[in-house]
């Protein structure tokens, strides 16, 4: 009997285990709901538009701006004809950007990071410097590197008197201003995910490469760049990603030989009112970024980005 009793005891066990599971993957769900939800209407709704919106066709006789619902494909093949070489100028533009914005937000994360721990003041304010470009507008700061970078402007004048500039020579209205302002712009967003993982880091593990009887740069190399490859590969994605679909810093430190795709996105849809094109490279440009982003992870990703 009391074998039957613990056997009865042990099904009933095994039929009743389930439902705390179940209520816990229900309360999972309910939990995600909002988030889903949200994604839903102000993603994957307005993405389907858009990518409706990129087969549309003008209509017969109709006004500028007039268009109807069609499967025209033809559409990214006119669109990426005449424009892929503001597409590849974008990434390029982008990329070099990028680069130049970790090496500069790098020692500028180490050095808040390792170099002034233990000094919570200090800290304080080097990140407050960092951070002080997002206390006022984007638009402000890119003009700002328009004057800064202007023909009359000191940079210039001292570039002229070290001959690394003509004297004719110039730099706004350049690649050069554009991926000046994209880099100053985007650093923060370069310097600030390095940081968070550099302060986490642990600095027994520095000394004990030094008591290995490694260098600096050795320790640097094999200890210090490794653990913080989760902050870096962030921080090239918080960059890469907004930099590319950027048309500010091309509009106003640019000119027509450095246009990017963002500004011809926004010129097709708001002066010409070609929205299947302008919908069609904003596909095509998100498309590309999913791509590059996706072979970059695999490439130099981690365990915890993967």
């Known amino acids: 009997m009391s074998v039957v009793s613990a056997l009865g005891h042990g099904g009933g066990t095994g039929t009743a285990a389930p439902a705390p599971a179940r209520r816990a993957r229900g309360g999972a769900y309910l939990l995600l709901a909002p988030g889903l939800l949200y994604l839903a209407l102000f993603f994957v709704v307005p993405v389907f538009a858009l990518l409706m919106t990129s087969l549309y066709v003008p209509v017969p006789g109709g006004d500028v701006g007039q268009f109807q619902p069609a499967f025209e494909w033809q559409n990214y093949v006119r669109s990426l004809e005449t424009y892929w070489p503001q597409l590849v100028r974008s990434f390029a533009y982008a990329g070099i950007a990028t680069v130049l914005a970790f090496c500069i937000g790098y020692p500028m994360a180490y050095a808040i990071a390792v170099k002034a721990r233990g000094r919570p003041f200090l800290q304080a304010m080097l990140l407050v410097l960092v951070i002080a470009p997002f206390f006022t507008s984007f638009i402000l700061r890119t003009i700002a590197w328009k004057q800064i970078l202007a023909d009359e402007g000191f940079v210039v004048a001292g570039l002229r008197a070290l001959s690394v500039l003509p004297p004719d020579g110039r730099l706004t209205a350049t690649s050069v201003a554009v991926v000046a302002g994209l880099t100053y712009n985007f650093l923060p967003f370069m310097t600030l995910p390095i940081y968070a993982n550099l302060e986490r880091l642990?600095?027994?593990?520095?000394?004990?490469?030094?008591?290995?009887?490694?260098?600096?740069?050795?320790?640097?190399?094999?200890?210090?760049?490794?653990?913080?490859?989760?902050?870096?590969?962030?921080?090239?994605?918080?960059?890469?990603?907004?930099?590319?679909?950027?048309?500010?810093?091309?509009?106003?430190?640019?000119?027509?030989?450095?246009?990017?795709?963002?500004?011809?996105?926004?010129?097709?849809?708001?002066?010409?009112?070609?929205?299947?094109?302008?919908?069609?490279?904003?596909?095509?440009?998100?498309l590309a970024i999913l791509v590059l982003v996706a072979a970059y992870i695999r490439r130099v990703g981690t365990e915890e980005l993967l």
């Open 202 to 286: 642990d600095p027994r593990l520095i000394e004990a490469g030094a008591d290995l009887y490694a260098n600096g740069p050795t320790t640097f190399w094999r200890v210090t760049l490794p653990m913080s490859m989760p902050g870096v590969v962030s921080g090239t994605l918080l960059t890469f990603i907004p930099a590319s679909g950027d048309f500010v810093n091309s509009v106003l430190l640019g000119n027509n030989s450095t246009t990017m795709i963002g500004q011809v996105i926004d010129s097709r849809f708001f002066k010409v009112s070609d929205y299947p094109t302008a919908a069609a490279l904003s596909f095509v440009l998100m």
